[in-house]
């Protein structure tokens, strides 16, 4: 006669529970994660498909085996889990692991959590074990981080100052130009913000805008002067971009600020230029008015009237090239009186001469 096994030394026969459990063969077979059941000493009780794969042993090859015998380079690993579970009778979550079976080249990631299973009178008989292939998610976070690297490197080596923040506007993170600015340390962890630096003249209405920027997920750009590690405040150009995920939720926000000193004086330049050639051509009309006034004066009929007036804007005009060529800054009494009296016949005949020590006053 044979004696029958109790339930516990059942639960320990690789196969039995599925015997006496459709139900959890079929939880096994369909499960879209990897399933195993352990005895005490590590040998593989229960596995299904999506599990093997770590090792690509198949399920019959693994049942009635250890974990060492499988896969030993785990093997440590699943056997400190287990003996700590044995031990204090608590669960153990989210243990990565990761591996690359013999016929492949790519490494692969599991996330895994590890269960006692009891019998009836409390004690524990073995260890369900679940994993979840994580490696498609380990090699996005990858590809991200790499990414960001190259975004930071980029950024550190460009003029204008950048920082990124969080959905809420919260900053994480300034470029080495940012510190370099504002004579700030670089802090890891430490909470930090761009309205600080800000104009106070100008701060009520860029808090403002920047908080309905936030509020409507809207892009931000404006004008607005930040105090540099001098206490001097200089222009900027402020943007601030939202980043939407594939549901266009906003999840992180990029500013910069592109210094613009240089571009404010040249639009002041250029505004004393528009200024000064306006004052010039006035002064200038004037000039012609008076010209015309005073030939006007002296014409016996129309054509004296229009040769006369004719030679004096001539003479007007070499004047004025004199004062060009040296960029307005002057020129000799004799060179003006030449240029004067160009037009006119006299200086042909000899009449006037022009002539004496240099004077440019």
């Known amino acids: 006669m044979t004696a029958s096994k109790n339930p516990a030394e059942q639960a320990l026969v690789p196969g039995s529970l599925f015997l006496k459990q459709p139900a959890l063969q079929l939880i096994y077979d369909t499960a879209p994660i990897g399933l195993a059941f352990l005895s005490p000493d590590c040998r593989y009780l229960h596995i299904n498909q999506h599990l093997t794969e770590i090792c690509g042993i198949s399920v019959e090859g693994h049942l009635g085996r250890t974990v060492r015998e499988c896969v030993p380079a785990l093997a440590d690993s699943v056997e400190a889990i287990v003996h700590s579970i044995m031990t204090t009778g608590e669960p153990v979550t989210g243990v990565e692991v990761a591996g690359q079976r013999p016929s492949e080249n790519e490494h692969r990631a599991w996330i895994t959590y590890w269960h006692p299973l009891r019998n009836a009178r409390g004690a524990i008989v073995g260890v369900n074990v679940a994993a979840e292939e994580i490696t498609q998610r380990k090699q996005a976070e990858a ?13 550190d080596s460009i003029p204008q100052l950048v920082w990124m923040a969080d959905h809420a506007g919260r900053i994480f993170w300034f470029n080495r130009r940012w510190y370099e600015y ?180």
């Open 143 to 155: 590809t991200l981080r790499e990414s960001e690297q190259q975004f930071h490197s980029l950024s």
């Open 182 to 361: 504002t004579g700030e340390a670089r802090t890891e962890g430490a909470v930090q913000d761009w309205l600080p630096l800000l104009d106070p003249t100008l701060l009520p209405q860029v808090s403002q805008e920047w908080a309905e920027a936030l509020r409507d997920s809207t892009p931000l750009e404006l004008e607005l002067r930040l105090r540099s590690h001098t206490g001097a405040y200089h222009p900027f150009l402020t943007r601030a971009i939202p980043l939407r995920d594939a549901c266009s939720t906003v999840y992180r926000w990029i500013g910069t600020h592109i210094e613009i000193s240089e571009q404010k004086r040249r639009e002041e330049h250029i505004r004393f230029i528009v200024a000064e050639l306006s004052h010039r051509t006035k002064n200038l009309l004037a000039v012609v008015m008076a010209v015309a006034r005073q030939t006007a004066q002296y014409a016996s009929d129309v054509n004296q009237y229009q040769e006369c007036f004719i030679g004096r804007l001539q003479a007007l005009a070499f004047c004025h090239d004199l004062l060009v060529k040296d960029q307005w800054q002057g020129a000799s009494l004799h060179d003006l009186v030449m240029s004067q009296m160009r037009p006119f016949s006299e200086t042909n005949s000899g009449r006037i001469d022009a002539a004496g020590p240099p004077d440019r006053s």
